[in-house]
């Protein structure tokens, strides 16, 4: 959590790192610290898959840093800051749905159920990649 924290304060501020003062920065980048672990968490009650918190960091988080840049840049607008949201969520879905049906049509994108009930550690490296969460 600490490191999906971190790493959405860069994402926050990286929208437009430019404007902001450096203690605007720094708030931006701890609003988006904050904002993922509740995105993380809220994710999880809604049973959505996203293991290692990349929606939240980059998606929701994202988000906030393009709603920030209105903290500092005068020329920004609300429409535009919109607009930028639904053009780069259409392009990641569009472009995200040819690659993974070209995976899917070439090479599939799913493991067999007997791999899935091993683990990828397992089938891949041959070891348990955590053995002391084993079973007994």
């Not at 003062?21 to 609003?31: L, R």
């Not at 980059?58 to 949201?85: E, K, R």
């Not at 995200?96 to 049906?101: A, E, K, M, P």
Request: proline residues 3%.
């Amino acid at each position: 959590m600490a490191l999906n924290g971190a790493l959405a304060g860069l994402v926050a501020i990286t929208a437009d790192p430019l404007s902001p003062t450096a203690q605007m920065a720094t708030m931006i980048g701890g609003i988006g610290g904050v904002i993922v672990v509740v995105s993380i968490l809220s994710l999880d009650r809604l049973k959505i898959d996203d293991p290692v918190g990349a929606i939240s960091v980059h998606g929701v988080v994202g988000i906030w840093g393009l709603f920030a840049v209105l903290l500092s840049n005068g020329d920004a607008t609300f429409g535009g800051q919109i607009i930028g949201i639904v053009s780069i969520f259409a392009f990641t879905f569009v472009a995200s749905l040819v690659v993974w049906t070209i995976l899917k049509m070439i090479m599939g994108i799913r493991v067999t159920e007997e791999e899935e009930y091993l683990g990828m550690d397992v089938v891949d490296c041959g070891i348990e990649a955590y053995p002391e969460f084993k079973r007994s």
